[in-house]
């Protein structure tokens, strides 16, 4: 008789041991761009219901960007923002640049992933993590608290991107909702047809809270091209 050999599923890391060997594959699994990256230009566009502006952008080497032809302060403020937070996360920095001063310990784990208790410098944030994958986010900053939950992801072939993800701010005290939960459906595009990957376009549909109703925004950026 042929014997088969089933290869065991990976194990779940046992609570209160040190997952930091995971968390960093995680990490490091996540899409940033080269360093040297000379930034890009395009098109941008902001759509909510009836309303409609357009302009042109640029991302410099130093991936700042900097958004002209939209005259409304809010709308160029919010296409700048998007971008600005693009560029933010696709900076490449070491593990032991980001997270040398925190421990990380595993928790429970569940169908979002296990749990990974940062110990450290930034005390008090949670992740979770799956598949090489950082599938959730629990982060203090600037005196709020953001619970990121990545639904799924795009794979460019170095690395992943976040494709369809929601966001809650809190209170850190009480944990109350602080403005309605956002869900975002993000679609990356390489320049060029070969890299850098760069975001194509931004649906962000945000719940009702309070006297703020519910919205929903399409960022756009097209015509795309590479800084030479």
């Known amino acids: 008789m042929l014997a088969v050999t089933v290869a065991p599923s990976p194990a779940a890391i046992a609570p209160g041991s040190d997952c930091t060997a995971a968390f960093r594959a995680a990490y490091e699994n996540r899409y940033t761009w080269a360093p040297g990256f000379a930034g890009y ?6 759509e909510q219901g009836d309303q409609l502006a357009e302009g042109t952008f640029n991302v410099g080497a130093d991936l700042k960007a900097q958004v002209e032809g939209i005259d409304n302060e809010e709308v160029h403020k919010a296409v700048a923002s998007q971008l600005w937070e693009v560029c933010i996360h696709r900076v490449r920095r070491s593990f032991e640049q980001t997270h040398g001063e925190n421990t990380f310990t595993a928790g429970d784990t569940d169908a979002v992933g296990t749990e990974v208790i940062v110990g450290g410098k930034n ?10 994958v950082v599938t959730m986010v629990h982060r203090h900053i600037h005196g709020t608290v953001v619970t990121i939950f990545t639904e799924s992801t795009t794979d460019t072939g170095s ?5 369809t993800y929601t966001s809650q701010y809190a209170d850190p005290a009480t944990g109350a909702a602080r403005g309605g939960k956002s869900t975002f459906t993000d679609t990356f595009v390489p320049l ?19 006297d703020t109703p519910a919205g929903r ?4 950026f097209e015509a795309l091209s590479p800084n030479s």
């Open 217 to 220: 925004q399409v960022f756009r």
């Open 123 to 132: 005390a008090g944030d949670r992740y979770r993590i799956k598949d090489d």
């Open 192 to 210: 060029a047809g070969e890299g850098p990957w760069v975001l194509s376009e931004r649906v962000v549909e945000t719940e009702a809270f309070g």
């Open 41 to 46: 230009s395009g098109r941008c566009s902001w």
């Open 159 to 163: 690395g992943y991107l976040s494709h």
